[in-house]
């Protein structure tokens, strides 16, 4: 088992920044491909980025520039720093480990409670 725990989400003006960490408890964390997603009202949940062990990433079309998903395995943690925000990229993110298909699918095996962001225009 894998618990995963979201933080750092707020409100922010449009153009600002915020950083979320999802903290990792239970199995070794290097050894899971880890992502962010998001999901905003009345809209399905939507792929952000990904992480590998080794330092491979992917993004979102929309997020590459902005957004950049870092881990640290020391400390069990993944951090998705996010600039320039738009009021459309209001949503909850949620961290997740182990994707059990391709690892933009949404389909992992453990995710965290989500933390809320809402940019203001």
């Known amino acids: 088992q894998v618990q995963l725990v979201e933080s750092g989400g707020g409100l922010v003006q449009a153009g600002g920044s915020l950083r979320l960490s999802c903290a990792a408890s239970?199995?070794?964390?290097?050894?899971?491909?880890m992502g962010w997603f998001r999901q905003a009202p009345g809209k399905q949940r939507e792929f952000v980025a990904a992480?590998?062990?080794?330092?491979?990433?992917y993004y979102a079309k929309s997020m590459k520039g902005r957004f950049t998903i870092s881990r640290d395995n020391a400390k069990n943690t993944l951090y998705l720093q996010m600039n320039s925000l738009k009021p459309e990229d209001t949503a909850k993110y949620y961290c997740?480990?182990?994707?059990?298909?391709?690892?933009?699918?949404?389909?992992?095996?453990?995710w965290g409670q989500g933390t809320q962001v809402t940019v203001s225009s």
């Open positions: 997740a480990a182990d994707p059990l298909t391709s690892y933009d699918s949404g389909d992992y095996n453990y």
């Open positions: 239970g199995r070794t964390f290097s050894n899971y491909v």
């Open positions: 992480s590998w062990s080794g330092g491979r990433t």
